[in-house]
């Protein structure tokens, strides 16, 4: 079993900076991808950017330029930088790990492990 907990979200205007970490614990090691998604009211759980366990990321284009995925180098501590925010940026963001390994796709079904989520609200 693995445990996740995000922290970090919170309240910024549009062009505004937040930096989202999840704490993992538990049996990291099955893991190999680990990423971050995002829920706003009514609309569906999307995904936003994954790492594998040698650093190897993929991103949503909705974020490319602007989000940055990293890890801890003990795999962790997971970590989304948000930089130039958007109001379209605001949602639920939750952290997540899979047994598998990264798919182009993210997919949420294909992860196995879910934190609570933290709150991202992006204001004009």
């Known amino acids: 079993q693995v445990q996740l907990v995000e922290s970090g979200g919170g309240s910024v205007q549009a062009g505004g900076s937040l930096r989202l970490s999840c704490v993992a614990s538990?049996?990291?090691?099955?893991?190999?991808?680990m990423g971050w998604f995002r829920q706003a009211p009514g609309k569906e759980r999307d995904g936003v950017a994954v790492?594998?366990?040698?650093?190897?990321?993929t991103y949503a284009d909705s974020v490319k330029g602007r989000f940055t995925i990293s890890q801890a180098y003990a795999r962790n501590t997971l970590y989304l930088q948000m930089n130039s925010l958007k109001p379209e940026d605001t949602a639920m963001y939750y952290c997540?790990?899979?047994?598998?390994?990264?798919?182009?796709?993210?997919?949420?079904?294909?992860?196995?492990?879910w934190g609570q989520g933290t709150q991202v609200t992006v204001s004009s």
């Open positions: 997540a790990a899979s047994r598998d390994w990264c798919t182009p796709r993210i997919h949420p079904r294909d992860y196995n492990y």
């Open positions: 538990g049996y990291i090691a099955s893991t190999y991808c």
């Open positions: 790492i594998d366990r040698y650093g190897g990321t």
